[in-house]
Each structure stands twice: as C-alpha cells, then as structure tokens.
T-cell receptor, first 118, second 113 residues
Framework: AQTVTQSQPEMSVQEAETVTLSCTYD???????LFWYKQPPSRQMILVIRQEAYKQQNATENRFSVNFQKAAKSFSLKISDSQLGDTAMYFCAFMKHVVWGGSEKLVFGKGTKLTVNP | NAGVTQTPKFRVLKTGQSMTLLCAQD?????MYWYRQDPGMGLRLIHYSVGEGTTAKGEVPDGYNVSRLKKQNFLLGLESAAPSQTSVYFC????????????FGDGTRLSIL
C-alpha cells in the first residue's frame, strides 16, 4: 500500500518570501501521479498542481512549483512571493496508475498548515 | 458553475440515528468518491464509484453504505451513527479521462452526540 508523509505539521512565512513544503511517499509502482491540494479556512479543497511521474520536468503553476525527485520519492512544493491568501492547509496526494476500469484513488498525507504573515 | 454540491453542510445527530449525505455533480463525471477528514489524519477514502450502478469499498468503509443510482448523484448513508463518525465528509468527482484531478465539494460537518 502506498503512504504519503508530510513531515512539517505547521510552517510560517513572511509575505513576499518563498517557502517549501515537503512531501515524501512510499510506493513500489513505477508510474503514478502526484498532486498538491490547498484547503483554506473555507474548507474547500483546491487543486494546486499535478505531476506525472514519467515526466522528468517539474510542474509549475504561476507562483507554485514542485521539485520532483523520483529516485528519492520526494515531491516538495515551492511557493514563491507568498501572499496572505496562501494561508491554508496543504495536502500532498498520490494516485497510482491503473488500467481501464480501476479506481483512481487518492492517498493523502496528513497536511501542512501554512501561515503567511504580513 | 455548480461543480460538486454536498447537502447538508452541517448536521448534528444523536447516537443510533440514521442519515444520508447527498453529493451531486453537474460535470458529467464518471468517478465519484466519499472521503472523511479528521484532525491530524488527512483525508481517507470511505467508498467510491467508477460508474452509475457501481460502488466499492475504500480505506475506511465500516459503518457506511453508498449508492449511485444516477450518474450525477452519490449518496453516503449512516445506518446507526456512532460518535466515532464525527468528522468532515467530502465528496469528489473526476472525469473518465485517465488520472485527472478530483474536484471536491465544500464538505459536510457531521457531529454525533
């Protein structure tokens, strides 16, 4: 079974600075997908970024980028130019590659609470 | 755009009562999921469905039942609520295109007294 570990329960950063959230995972699969979701105080789960394991290039989405190290099974999220609206819980999630008809289940880490201070 | 809608948003039950949580999506997604979120535990999969009329167990299925009679709806039932089922419940859906991100509803906060 796959597991996802987020070793930082809480982090804080000053507005406009850069912060990196860590995520490691354990799997015997060679092909899979990784996600970062953001959950602000409103409780809504919002997709931040998606990475396909067979792609070596790190995914980016505006101020959000990842450092995907497949051999180390590491998938960290970097937030540049942090904004007050980035304050949220951040969840790392794993999805294994399945054949047609199988379930595309997400396995989540326990989350990192990020606070952006003014 | 409605996306994924969960009903109700809050509910308080007494131990032993039953209730059904409704999830509706208007994106014509094939796959639907029910998760629960507990403090310090992240989200855990309860049940899921890969299409109308099909359901399957996830990581923590005990005490819950589900039904997917219509493609757009996925119901989560608690037959006899227990305090251990106090949680925030999230429904999600995703398209049949492979390995796409799941779209989540806003959650239902359920308290069992």
């Amino acid at each position: 079974a796959q597991t996802v570990t987020q070793s930082q329960p809480e982090m804080s950063v000053q507005e406009a600075e850069t912060v990196t959230l860590s995520c490691t995972y354990d799997t015997s699969e060679s092909n899979y997908y990784l996600f970062w979701y953001k959950q602000p105080p409103s409780r809504q789960m919002i997709l931040v970024i998606r990475q396909e394991a067979y792609k070596q290039q790190n995914a980016t989405e505006n101020r959000f980028s990842v450092n995907f190290q497949k051999a180390a099974k590491s998938f960290s999220l970097k937030i540049s130019d942090s904004q007050l609206g980035d304050t949220a819980m951040y969840f790392c999630a794993f999805m294994k590659h399945v054949v047609w008809g199988g379930s595309e289940k997400l396995v989540f880490g326990k989350g990192t609470k990020l606070t952006v201070n003014p | 755009n409605a996306g994924v809608t969960q009903t109700p948003k809050f509910r308080v039950l007494k131990t032993g009562q039953s209730m059904t949580l409704l999830c509706a999506q208007d994106m014509n997604h094939e796959y639907m999921y029910w998760y629960r979120q507990d403090p310090g535990m992240g989200l855990r999969l309860i049940h899921y469905s890969v299409g109308e009329g099909t359901t399957a167990k996830g990581e923590v299925p005990d005490g819950y039942n589900v039904s997917r009679l219509k493609k757009q709806n996925f119901l989560l039932g608690l037959e006899s609520a227990a305090p251990s089922q106090t949680s925030v419940y999230f429904c999600a859906s995703s398209p049949h295109q492979r390995h796409q991100p799941q779209h989540f509803g806003d959650g239902t906060r359920l308290s069992i007294l």
